[in-house]
């Protein structure tokens, strides 16, 4: 059993960044590959990005290669979501995810634990 809990979230105008976090408490952090991902109203939650136990391994939609950048500290069993040049079209409550399979995989329903999810809103 692991807990999530994202923050971070916030409104901002386009182009500028924000950065959320994901604090972890319960099992060891470090054996989760962990996740972001988003929803926005009326649309089905949608992948992010994703990185690897140890840090060492990211992946990343198309639509937010090169703006957005997962990075983890196990020391601090917390993830993070550094998203820069954000566009109206990123507003969405931000949920990140933890996965204890060896499996790199990018659906929600492979996802076993849930943050509560924190809202970004982005103005034009």
């Known amino acids: 059993q692991v807990q999530l809990v994202e923050s971070g979230g916030g409104l901002v105008q386009a182009g500028g960044s924000l950065r959320l976090s994901c604090a972890a408490s319960?099992?060891?952090?470090?054996?989760?590959?962990m996740a972001w991902f988003r929803q926005a109203p009326g649309k089905e939650r949608e992948f992010v990005g994703r990185i690897s136990r140890s840090g060492s391994n990211t992946y990343y939609a198309d639509s937010v290669k090169g703006r957005f950048t997962i990075s983890r500290d196990n020391a601090k069993n917390t993830v993070y979501l550094q998203m820069n040049s954000l566009k109206p079209e990123d507003t969405a409550v931000y949920y990140c995810?933890?996965?204890?399979?060896?499996?790199?995989?990018?659906?929600?329903?492979?996802?076993?634990?849930w943050g509560q999810g924190t809202q970004v809103t982005v103005s034009s």
């Open positions: 995810a933890a996965d204890l399979s060896l499996l790199a995989r990018n659906a929600a329903f492979d996802y076993d634990y």
């Open positions: 319960g099992r060891t952090f470090s054996l989760f590959t």
